[in-house]
């Protein structure tokens, strides 16, 4: 079965710093991951997608197969990153995703 | 403004009522879902349809109900039979069911059984 595991409910840095949020999976496949992102007050909204290989707000996440990991990763973080962060897996046809429970992500200025 | 519509924003019900949340898109998505959320979990699919008048069970369908009579509508009824009803709801839509189509969401509606 798909898992996707997000092992920090909880992140707090201060502006300027590095920030990582983790993201393990376990997938019997090659599925397509994504981190969705959740602002205060707004709804829940596409961040990035691994298969893009871009880079959205500063933020970068490299798909690890061989740790099967994607974590999302900012050099310095600003006080308007403060959100929740959501990893999702996809499978190829797309009818099964898989959300991690979430980490809270808390810039302090 | 194209968007999705999720309402009410809070919902209460006592136990062994059936209650019916409504969620519409005009974003002209053929894929719509519905998740549930709860405390320290992550989100979990409920049902989703690809297409108008189809729609199959997601992993926890037990209690819940949904019907996709219109491209725009996919409202999902809470049973009494559903034993922890109690949770945020969450409906979206994507353009095509598939890992090309973003997700969109609706603002989620809280329901609160008791």
């Known amino acids: 079965a798909q898992r996707v595991t997000q092992p920090e409910k909880l992140l707090s840095v201060f502006k300027g710093a590095p920030v990582e949020l983790k993201c393990n999976y376990s997938?019997?496949?090659?599925?397509?991951l994504f981190w969705y992102v959740q602002y205060s007050r707004q709804r829940l909204q596409l961040l990035l997608r691994?298969?893009s290989r871009e880079s959205i707000k500063g933020f970068t996440a490299d798909l690890n197969k061989g740790e099967t990991s994607f974590h999302l990763k900012k050099p310095f973080a600003q006080e308007e990153d403060s959100a929740m962060y959501y990893c999702?897996?996809?499978?190829?046809?797309?009818?099964?995703?898989?959300f991690g429970g979430g980490t809270r992500l808390m810039v302090k200025p | 403004d194209g968007g999705i519509t999720q309402s009410p924003k809070y919902l209460f019900r006592k136990e062994g009522q059936n209650v019916t949340l409504s969620c519409e898109q005009n974003?002209?998505?053929?894929?719509m879902y519905w998740y549930r959320q709860d405390p320290g979990q992550g989100l979990r699919l409920i049902y989703y349809?690809?297409?108008?008048?189809?729609?199959q069970k997601g992993d926890i369908a037990e209690g819940y109900s949904v019907s996709r009579e219109k491209k725009e509508s996919f409202p999902l009824t809470v049973t009494s039979a559903q034993k922890n009803p109690t949770a945020f709801y969450l409906c979206?839509?994507?353009?095509?069911?598939?890992?090309?189509?973003?997700?969109?969401f609706g603002n989620g509606t809280r329901l609160t059984v008791t």
């Open positions: 349809s690809q297409i108008v008048n189809d729609f």
């Open positions: 999702l897996t996809v499978n190829n046809a797309g009818n099964m995703l898989t």
């Open positions: 691994h298969i």
């Open positions: 974003l002209n998505h053929d894929a």
């Open positions: 997938y019997s496949g090659s599925p397509e």
């Open positions: 979206a839509s994507s353009r095509l069911l598939g890992v090309d189509s973003p997700l969109h």
